[in-house]
């Protein structure tokens, strides 16, 4: 007997990955449902090679019966529905924002801190980080264990896919409209992002910090360790898909770039590609459609006392939403929950 899944949120980018790879990935589930708001009802998305499936209303749907829906509407769907969701004994694994910092909540990367799922008995709720965060984490997480990290720098180059499907339309639309003399006036970015870089992700705050920021921040500490110092500036680019980090790390201990390397090679979830040649590394759109976090570029910085410098890239999609959402679901039901059926009987 399988599982009965929600995907909340079906029609948009995450949504759209997360139901190609409960496919692909042969989640046991009985009964797939496709939710999304009420202009979306009746529209058919995709599921695995052959499969359709049609899309109900969250607003009117009765989590009863469901063992798990993976959650990616926005913040403010969540705030209202998760908890809805939850209370009917369904386990909510959330991809937004809202619930990530909430101390009863586990923030979540299978790789990193896959013990923390159990707690999501409190209140049925599991918390997706953020998608830079994910990759970093994924990155460090070996590291960390090996020489202890102390500090953190990291400039992240962002895709726009990470601001919905509207953002990517609107790289599409200035691109073309600048070749043809008639520039697009931005729309979801705050400056033109066709051929630019913007340094500017989410809301400022008072400390000049912007929210995005301060999300790579609190959410590797809560993950990872909350000893370890981090500044992060992120940056919007004109790529479709796909997430690059330059991570300068300050140890405890010393630490050599081969030692580092070999760590790597042997983590969970990473790839290494790492040669000191033309194209001997990984940029965004080699990672486009892969599960992994690519690391390159693995170098000592001499300019602090034990110092590595890293380059990482990842699907954002993918494993900085989608693929991390569905793999904490499977060490879910692989080690916490029965279908809800056969818990009834």
Not at 134 to 153: F, K, N, S
Request: charged share 25%; aromatic share 6%; hydrophobic share 45%.
């Amino acid at each position: 007997m399988g599982y009965k899944v929600a995907v909340v949120g079906a029609t948009g980018a995450v949504g759209h990955e997360m139901l190609a790879i409960l496919a692909e990935r042969g989640f046991p589930a009985d009964e797939v449902v496709a939710l999304a708001s009420k202009n979306s009802a009746g529209k058919e998305v995709s599921f695995g090679d052959d499969g359709v499936l049609t899309v109900g209303v969250l607003d009117d749907f009765d989590f009863a019966g469901t063992d798990i829906a993976l959650f990616s509407p926005g913040a403010k769907v969540s705030a209202t529905h998760a908890p809805r969701a939850a209370e009917t004994g369904c386990v909510v694994i959330d991809n937004t924002s809202h619930f990530r910092m909430e101390p009863d909540v586990p923030l979540v990367v299978p790789e990193v801190n896959g013990d923390a799922i159990a707690g999501y008995v409190r209140r049925n709720i599991i918390a997706n980080p953020n998608c830079s965060t994910i990759q970093l984490v994924v990155a460090l997480r070996p590291l960390h264990d090996l020489a202890t990290i102390e500090r953190v720098v990291v400039a992240t180059y962002q895709s726009v896919s990470g601001a919905g499907r509207a953002a990517m339309d609107e790289l599409f639309d200035q691109t073309k409209t600048l070749y043809a003399g008639a520039p697009k006036a931005p729309e979801r970015f705050t400056k033109r992002i066709a051929f630019n870089v913007i340094p500017h992700i989410d809301v400022f705050r008072p400390d000049g910090a912007t929210n995005e920021e301060w999300k790579i921040v609190q959410e590797t500490k809560k993950v990872l360790d909350p000893g370890i110092e981090i500044i992060a500036t992120c940056a919007r680019v004109p790529v479709f898909v796909g997430h690059a980090e330059a991570v300068h790390l300050q140890f405890a201990h010393a630490i050599s770039q081969d030692e580092a390397r070999e760590a790597l090679r042997e983590a969970p979830g990473v790839v290494v590609l790492d040669k000191r040649e033309d194209g001997g590394y990984i940029t965004p759109i080699e990672c486009v459609g892969e599960d992994a976090v690519f690391v390159s570029r693995i170098r000592e910085d001499a300019t602090v006392a034990n110092g590595l410098a890293l380059w990482v890239v990842s699907d954002n999609l993918r494993k900085g939403a989608a693929l991390n959402a569905v793999q904490i679901a499977e060490q879910l039901v692989a080690q916490y929950l029965e279908p809800a059926e056969r818990a009834a009987i």
